[in-house]
């Protein structure tokens, strides 16, 4: 299995372990040089958009990878992070309506979190 397949499982195990709402999973590696996989998720409120955070970082961490960047903080209802190979956007559902990442990545090839 490739490295950032790997990761995208690894990320999606967390994020479910932390109650996260409705995970996708977006492979972009056709259309973009940016990552070859974005996750999105949706938190009910800061505390739990954290808690997902850290759990991402913890889990990851224990195979090796390191998030090269977040952006956002604790406060933050949209929080993004980057693992170069896969991106983690964790949003409120305010914002993940708002920006709709799903229907700007239209292009890109929708993987169930099962198919991981």
């Not at 195990?13 to 070859?36: F, G, M, Q, T, W």
Request: charged share 30%; aromatic share 6%; glycine share 4%.
């Amino acid at each position: 299995m490739n490295v950032s397949r790997e990761m995208a499982k690894i990320a999606c195990h967390a994020l479910s372990e932390k109650k996260a709402e409705d995970v996708r999973v977006i492979e972009i590696s056709e259309i973009s040089p940016v990552a070859d996989y974005f996750i999105i998720a949706t938190g009910d409120n800061t505390n739990q958009i954290q808690a997902m955070v850290d759990a991402v970082e913890e889990e990851l961490g224990k195979e090796g990878h390191s998030v090269k960047q977040i952006e956002g903080n604790r406060n933050s209802s949209w929080i993004l992070m980057d693992y170069r190979d896969i991106i983690v956007h964790i949003f409120s559902k305010e914002d993940r309506l708002f920006y709709n990442l799903e229907r700007i990545w239209t292009d890109g090839k929708k993987i169930s979190v099962e198919e991981l």
